[in-house]
């Protein structure tokens, strides 16, 4: 079984497509290698000598790959292709899950500071600091809009991310728990990380449309609608973070068992 | 009787899964079977290949999946049932009439009308 998993390892990490997708590939093509593996073993009796003939027989993994990558929609392709500089915001193998996240959010905001500072320097440098008009904003006045709605998403995705594993790990602990205490200890955990997630999710929307009308005053955000946006935000905030958790916890399992096979080092029978 | 390679069988095959899938829903090793019983073993086609296949289908429209959920006594990894759908259905008449004719011009030019 671990030299098929290998085979379609080989085959499947090198496309660039999303990691559902991949997670679906590999489940697919494993089944299948499976299925023929033991059609093998049942005609020669020689489990080696199956998975040999199973692997001969899927075909040659380079051109399986390609046949494979073209199969990708091209706007999943060209969005996941190998920029140069994209690679810190991958998770490395084996890399933790909370390491990941906070990682890539950091880099991801450093990103997001130096792609922004230069464009802020070129607006500077053309248009100047003052407002073009009477009562339009000023240049440093849209930058800082713009920095604090940076502050505000990157912050907001780092703590949603932590709180999304900590849930996994909450779900995990309900999965095998083995006494209603332990249980009933992994549920309350549950909930008070979605009621956090409900105050985050509140507490961000609220900072976006403060930022916002600090930018421009917006009619429509008066002292009503601010309020029952920001309740709306809190009532669903919890749900999806929650629901974000199970798909968190699904993707990274499947994820983890494979990527944490070595392909260099391990050698087909 | 000689096999046909993949190569003649390119354009092909994706016609040839959706009539394997007109009647009824199939994950992809009964879907290979169907096509190596069918064709007699004259299919000289790598297995592997029948997956990119089944992606462009289903990209198209033409064959909607969903995991295999109902408990079917095998251990291992889980599968994906393909369907025809109404799309796909088309698609395969329209890719028989063109078949027919194929065959009845070709046939013709080479002297050996179908």
Redesign the interface.
């Known amino acids: 079984m671990n030299e098929l998993k290998i085979h379609v390892e080989r085959?499947v990490r090198p496309i660039r497509a999303s990691n559902r997708r991949k997670c679906?590939?590999r489940?697919?093509?494993?089944?299948?290698l499976?299925?023929?593996a033991e059609q093998e073993q049942h005609r020669t009796k020689d489990a080696g000598a199956a998975v040999a003939a199973a692997i001969r027989?899927?075909?040659?993994a380079d051109?399986?790959r390609d046949?494979?990558q073209?199969?990708?929609?091209v706007v999943e392709r060209i969005g996941l292709v190998d920029l140069v500089g994209l690679g810190p915001m991958r998770r490395r193998q084996g890399e933790a899950p909370v390491r990941y996240i906070v990682r890539s959010n950091i880099v991801g905001f450093a990103f997001a500071c130096v792609g922004f500072s230069l464009f802020a320097l070129a607006i500077v440098a053309i248009f100047g600091q003052r407002p073009q008009r009477l009562g339009q904003p000023g240049t440093l006045h849209l930058l800082g809009f713009v920095f604090a709605t940076l502050v505000i998403q990157c912050g907001t995705t780092t703590v949603i991310g932590l709180l999304s594993e900590a849930m996994r790990r909450a779900l995990d602990s309900r999965a095998s728990a083995t006494s209603p205490r332990a249980k009933w200890t992994a549920t309350v955990r549950l909930a008070v990380y979605c009621l956090a997630g409900s105050v985050l999710i509140a507490v961000a929307s609220a900072a976006l449309m403060a930022a916002i009308d600090w930018f421009v005053p917006i009619p429509f955000i008066t002292p009503v609608y601010f309020w029952w946006i920001t309740l709306g935000a809190a009532a669903l905030g919890g749900p999806l973070l929650f629901w974000q958790a199970v798909n968190w916890r699904a993707t990274n399992q499947r994820f983890e068992d494979w990527e944490s096979l070595d392909l260099e080092t391990t050698h087909l029978a | 009787m000689g096999t046909i390679s993949g190569d003649q069988l390119r354009g092909h095959l994706e016609g040839l899964i959706l009539a394997s899938l007109e009647d009824g829903p199939s994950?992809?090793?009964d879907i290979?079977r169907n096509l190596e019983s069918a064709g007699g073993g004259a299919l000289a086609l790598?297995?592997?290949?029948?997956?990119?296949a089944l992606?462009?289908l289903e990209?198209e429209g033409l064959i909607a999946a969903r995991w295999e959920t109902k408990a079917t006594g095998r251990a291992?990894?889980?599968?994906?049932v393909y369907r025809l759908s109404a799309k796909g259905r088309r698609r395969l008449h329209a890719a028989r009439d063109q078949w027919r004719q194929f065959v009845a011009v070709v046939g013709n030019l080479l002297g050996a009308p179908a």
């Open positions: 085959v679906r590939m489940e697919e093509l494993l089944a299948h499976t299925c023929m027989r899927f075909g040659d051109a399986l046949e494979l073209a199969s990708v929609p | 994950h992809g090793w290979w790598k297995e592997g290949s029948l997956y990119p992606y462009r990209r291992g990894p889980r599968r994906r």
